[in-house]
């Protein structure tokens, strides 16, 4: 078999091609993390502020870390079939934004027990946007850019409320930040699957 030169602009659009492929592989799974992460982290916000309000006792504050118990599984099971596929640039690009915020975030709760007066839930809403916002960029999606510049702004309001009430409100910031965008996404890309299979 004889191999065929590519022109040059021939080339380019293989690129162009090869990206964009990519990039949809990777819209295609986009959705779930959202979804999985931020019901994980409202379900816990809603169990912490109920338990904390009813009991007074504020070391009902240590079941936020009750949220990685209730998300990597949920997340390693829905990437089980996934996980022997090839991974791509991207992915570990994305991969990487979401570790590295995620251990920002676990550092700053460590320390908020630690040291009294540290803002977390300000701390964590805005990385956590910083992120989501992050992700948005990297695969194109202009939901996760308008969700997440939403939560970034949105996150200064912890800067100004005190006590337990502020957790439902930062329940409520984080549907909005993180939940939205990754059904909105859901429903695009079924919907875009749907129009290419016609």
């Known amino acids: 078999m004889e191999d065929k030169k590519l022109t040059e602009k021939e080339s380019l659009e293989l690129i162009t091609q090869m990206i964009d492929n990519t990039r949809d592989k990777v819209k295609k799974n986009a959705g779930m993390p959202f979804i999985i992460w931020g019901y994980s982290t409202i379900l816990v916000a809603l169990v912490v502020w109920y338990v904390v309000t009813t009991t007074g006792n504020y070391w009902f504050q240590l079941l936020w870390f009750m949220i990685p118990v209730f998300g990597y599984p949920l997340n390693f099971l829905l990437y089980k079939k996934e996980r022997k ?54 695969i194109r999606f202009n939901p996760a850019i308008g969700f997440g510049l939403f939560g970034i702004l949105a996150s200064f309001v912890f800067l100004f409320i005190k006590g337990t009430d502020q957790i439902i409100i930062f329940a409520a910031l984080f549907f909005i930040m993180m939940v939205i965008p990754g059904h909105i996404l859901n429903y695009l890309t079924k919907k875009e699957a749907s129009c290419s299979k016609n």
């Open 85 to 138: 596929q090839i991974t791509t640039f991207i992915d570990r690009m994305i991969g990487k934004v979401w570790l590295v915020f995620g251990i920002g975030v676990v550092m700053c709760s460590v320390m908020a027990f630690i040291v009294n007066n540290i803002p977390i839930l300000f701390l964590v809403l805005l990385l956590m946007s910083m992120a989501v916002m992050l992700s948005g960029f990297v």
